[in-house]
């Protein structure tokens, strides 16, 4: 196993455009969260709608507070999305380069978010791009085949028993955004309603390897025998497994089945009021929420068992990090526990209902290894508001030595706001040292910084719903170039004052430098009037009466992609 793993150790400036003996002036404003227009002006030889619109700056906010429990949501003319607003505070310190990957969509039966769809966004708020509506998880960058892909998985979150999982599909997006490949594994999983669903892969896991294989990890109803946790000796529970594919073609590669190498007396989990009895309420003890390879090894982590396990290539348990006794490693530090260490340890063994998320390998020698984990540290109705959730960062001995017990690298938390998830969430640790960290069912997202202990260099936060009523199953930043083969979208509006205003967007666009505007009298007599800072998602500007309009998009100092042409004529906008 040594030499194995040895094997791996391994926007925006603004330009004035001369148009030979033309002059034009530029006073701008923009759809942001500055709520600064920008207009084009001095070229038009038709009369603009109402001079009064171009004299200078006004408010355009495109921020509106939804009804009810509805977290505040952006709205663009040129565009039909509704991402959420992120109420940021930030330090000013440096940050990670890179963007947002975000799943935000309603923890309970409550509506709380405008629209569920994986969503890009920038750590200053802006939207980059928006997926289609789907209930979406696990959204994130990925290498296929040498190239950036995007990946998420989407489908059915059940009901019911089956609440906790789901049974779904995984989508890989190229740069483009175009759908390269659609994985819909079929497994042939008993479910707890016999139901009969079109795919079968479960939302808690869906990690391109780097041999471009695809991990994903399912839960199949299994009778089995549940007499030593005092259940019946036919009882009912979910086997948690895991599954290596070929992308391809969706073909089964590896096969690894919890129930069949760990006892089921080793969960955490009272059975009392909780199932097991029959098929229709299985009882779920092990609660499978990560995996990922180490060379032609896993790494697979067990939520209800307190425990992550090394899976060697034949299926066997080569080592265990348990959270509460260290396992094969040792006594872990007080601060490295996944679990709260009291005196009354036994009454969290009768109560505990959600624990650590996201184990996640980095640096991996012959002699040591670093293990990242978002730590709920929570459960539901357990110890809530006595030990915040945090981002815990362990370093252990290989092979596992008890003299040598794991140290702690990092225990993360914000001490100006306590969070207290019960469930989800991710721990990422970043290219520059910084932490950036997803809150799971908490909609909050954070960046620590690599100064100060325990996590007070907090650099930033953002929240995007209110607490236990939005969640995003993980949250990453990395950083991403999507370069959308569709056209930029224009339209023209006019407002109850007759301003007329062009408002143009480009879904998925990262490196969009300046618009240049183009104008004519007719939809074929088009030239360059003027270039307009490119100003977040969607950029506004003033328009004239009576003449056709198309913007084109800058990208590394060259026209890209045109939108298509749009035509004012008196009250009408039409499009060309």
């Known amino acids: 196993m040594a030499a194995s793993l040895s094997r791996l150790v391994a926007m925006s400036s603004w330009v004035n455009c001369g148009l030979s003996a033309v002059k034009t002036r530029l006073a701008y404003y923009h759809t942001s969260e500055s709520s600064i227009v920008l207009a084009a002006t001095g070229r038009f030889p038709g009369p603009v709608s109402n001079v009064s619109c171009l004299s200078g700056p006004t408010e355009s906010s495109p921020i509106v507070n939804g009804s009810g429990d509805i977290w505040p949501y952006q709205v663009y003319e040129s565009s039909p999305f509704n991402p959420p607003e992120l109420k940021i505070t930030t330090s000013g310190q440096s940050l990670a380069p890179g963007l947002l990957f975000i799943t935000p969509s309603d923890g309970t039966s409550v509506e709380a978010t405008k629209d569920t769809a994986p969503l890009i966004m920038t750590d200053t708020g802006q939207l980059v791009w928006n997926g289609p509506t789907t209930s979406a998880n696990n959204f994130r960058v990925a290498s296929y085949q040498g190239n950036p892909v995007l990946t998420y998985w989407s489908d059915s979150s059940a009901s019911g028993a089956n609440v906790g999982h789901g049974y779904g599909n995984v989508t890989f997006l190229d740069t483009t955004y175009h759908e390269i490949l659609n994985i819909c594994p079929k497994f042939g999983l008993s479910t707890p309603d016999d139901a009969i669903y079109p795919c079968e892969a479960d939302f808690h896991e869906s990690f391109v390897t780097d041999r471009n294989t695809l991990l994903v990890t399912a839960y199949n109803v299994t009778n089995t025998d549940l007499s030593s946790i005092d259940g019946p000796s036919s009882g009912w529970v979910f086997d948690c497994l895991f599954f290596e594919l070929d992308p391809r073609n969706g073909s089964i590669l590896f096969r690894w089945s919890a129930l069949e190498h760990v006892p089921v007396n080793e969960t955490k989990l009272d059975i009392a009021g909780r199932g097991g009895f029959n098929q229709s309420n299985p009882f779920d003890w092990f609660h499978i929420n990560s995996v990922v390879n180490i060379g032609d090894h896993f790494l697979v982590n067990s939520r209800h068992l307190w425990a992550t396990y090394l899976i060697t290539a034949e299926g066997e348990i080569a080592w265990t990090l348990q959270g509460d006794t260290g396992g094969d490693f040792g006594a872990l530090p007080p601060n490295g526990h996944f679990v709260r260490k009291s005196a009354s340890i036994s009454r969290l063994y009768n109560r505990v209902d959600a624990w650590q998320h996201y184990a996640r390998p980095h640096n991996i020698t012959e002699t040591s290894i670093i293990v990242s984990y978002f730590n709920n540290f929570n459960a539901l109705g357990i110890d809530n508001g006595t030990r915040p959730s945090n981002g815990l960062v362990l370093q252990v001995t290989l092979p596992p030595n008890k003299s040598s017990p794991p140290t702690v690298l990092d225990y993360l938390t914000d001490p100006d706001e306590s969070i207290y998830s019960d469930s989800q969430g991710s721990t990422t640790l970043l290219p520059n040292a910084n932490v950036f960290m997803g809150y799971g069912e908490i909609a909050v997202m954070k960046e620590y910084g690599p100064g100060g202990p325990s996590g007070s260099d907090v650099r930033w936060t953002a929240r995007f719903g209110l607490d236990n009523l939005v969640q995003s199953y993980r949250g990453f930043k990395a950083e991403w170039q999507g370069f959308p ?83 004012t004529f008196s009250n009408e906008t039409r499009h060309g």
Do not use: M
């Open 485 to 567: 083969t569709t056209s930029p979208d224009l339209v023209v509006k006019e407002d109850s004052n007759g301003c007329r205003a062009g408002y143009v967007s480009w879904n998925g666009a990262t490196n969009v430098e300046a618009w240049v505007v183009f104008d004519g009298p007719a939809e074929h007599q088009l030239s360059q009037v003027a270039r307009i800072p490119f100003k977040g998602f969607e950029t506004r500007f003033a328009v004239a009466d009576r003449r056709c309009l198309q913007v084109a998009a800058v990208v590394d100092g060259e026209i890209s992609s045109r939108s298509s042409v749009v035509c």
